[in-house]
C-alpha cells in the first residue's frame, strides 16, 4: 500500500486543512457570497496560492501569512461587497504579474 507524502511547506499544510472557497479566475460574488456564510462560524483569513486558488480557514487557526497571499481577514460586520472588492484587487495584480512574466501584450 503506497503511503501518501506529507506536505513539504507549511503553506502545503495549511491548505489541507483549509477550505477551498474557489479561483481567482471564476465568479469572485460567487467567492465573496461563500466566505461572507463562512463568517457565521468564526472570522476567517482569506488567502490565494500560485495557482490562483482561494482558501479560508478560521482566523485563531492561522498563522501569519506572505502578504503577496493575503487577501484579507474579515469578521461578522464584513460586507459582501468589501470581499468581492478585496478578491478583485487581488485577480488584478495577480493577472498583471502574469502578463509581464509571460510577456503578453494585453
Known amino acids: ?18 477550505k477551498l472557497a474557489g479561483s481567482l479566475t471564476g465568479d ?6 461563500n466566505l461572507h ?3 457565521k462560524r ?6 490565494t496560492d500560485a495557482a ?3 482558501y ?5 487557526r492561522c498563522p501569519n501569512l506572505e502578504a503577496d497571499h493575503l487577501v484579507g481577514t474579515y469578521g461578522l460586520g464584513a460586507n459582501i461587497a ?3 472588492a478585496d ?20
Open 42 to 47: 468564526s472570522d476567517i483569513v482569506v488567502w
Open 87 to 106: 478578491l478583485g484587487v487581488v485577480r488584478h495584480e495577480r493577472l498583471s504579474n502574469w502578463m509581464i512574466l509571460s510577456g503578453d501584450d494585453a
Open 1 to 18: 500500500m503506497a503511503s501518501i507524502a506529507p506536505p513539504s511547506t507549511f503553506a502545503d499544510r495549511r491548505a489541507q486543512r483549509a
Open 28 to 33: 469572485l460574488g460567487i467567492i465573496a457570497l
Open 52 to 54: 490562483a486558488e482561494v
Open 82 to 84: 468589501d470581499i468581492e
Open 37 to 39: 456564510h463562512a463568517l
Open 56 to 60: 479560508f480557514d478560521a482566523a485563531d
